[in-house]
């Protein structure tokens, strides 16, 4: 597969099953240059090739994370369920409440693996939401976030999120929703995980907390 380069991007690499290659923004952190499963970077921020796939927090590659894949409502009852192809719908996390990593400290550990045993290729983990805050912040003011996103170096598309409570795709080229491996820090708001969103609703690219049973873009850090 050709992959498109970028003035500053090394040479494509494999892995996962994904062919990628690097580039590095002005804060000197060094990304993938696509979103984790997509098959090309963002020719456009509604380019429905760079989409890639769409991950609920915390889990594994099991094939569930394609944006075509089954739903259930069963709970796993650990954090490696292996139910292939079957996203988990409904309620604030994907797996069983008091019984399963509440705090979500396993999951985050999960989402900083660079060893590739993770869901980032060897080298790589999910950003925590300071790394992502430093690119925003760099980021050249327009009057939308979403077309800020799309300027970066990162060229983060608009590819909507998988919604909890129906396995239904949702803004779809209207929205970006990325996540973070960070976690909330208060236990009124265990079951929930960071993430950045963006889109042509406000100038500025936010974070918020998410349940952990919703899908989300990633787009992964060197580490």
């Known amino acids: 597969m050709n992959v498109k380069s970028l003035g500053n991007a090394i040479p ?3 892995a996962h099953a994904f062919e990628f290659s690097q580039v590095t923004s002005l804060t000197a952190q060094v990304w993938v240059d696509r979103n984790l499963g997509a098959s090309q970077v963002a020719t456009s921020s509604t380019d ?11 889990r594994l590659a099991d094939g569930y994370q394609i944006r075509t894949f089954a739903t259930t409502t069963t709970l796993a009852v650990n954090t490696t369920p292996g139910l292939t192809a ?4 409904g309620p604030y996390d994907w797996t069983l409440p008091n019984i399963v990593d509440d705090d979500g400290a396993l ?5 900083a693996k660079t060893d590739g045993s993770g869901v980032c290729p060897t080298g790589f983990n999910v950003p925590t939401e300071a790394q992502l805050k430093a690119e925003i912040d760099i980021w050249g003011t327009t009057n939308y976030a979403d077309i800020s996103a799309f300027n970066s170096v990162l060229k983060l598309p608009v590819a909507g999120a998988r919604i909890r409570r129906t396995g239904r795709l949702g803004n779809v080229g209207y929205v970006g929703y990325y996540w ?4 909330v820090p208060t236990n009124r708001w ?5 993430y950045l969103g963006f889109g042509d609703y406000s100038v500025h690219a936010e974070f918020a907390n998410v349940e952990r049973s ?3 873009s990633i787009r992964c850090i060197k580490n």
Request: glycine fraction near 8%; charge should be positive.
């Open 190 to 194: 265990y079951r929930y995980a960071r």
């Open 86 to 89: 079957t996203g988990i719908r």
């Open 180 to 183: 973070t491996r960070s976690v």
């Open 107 to 111: 999951r985050s550990a999960f989402l």
């Open 214 to 216: 919703a899908s989300r």
């Open 12 to 14: 494509t690499t494999t």
């Open 48 to 58: 429905p090739v760079s989409y890639g796939d769409s991950y609920q927090w915390g």
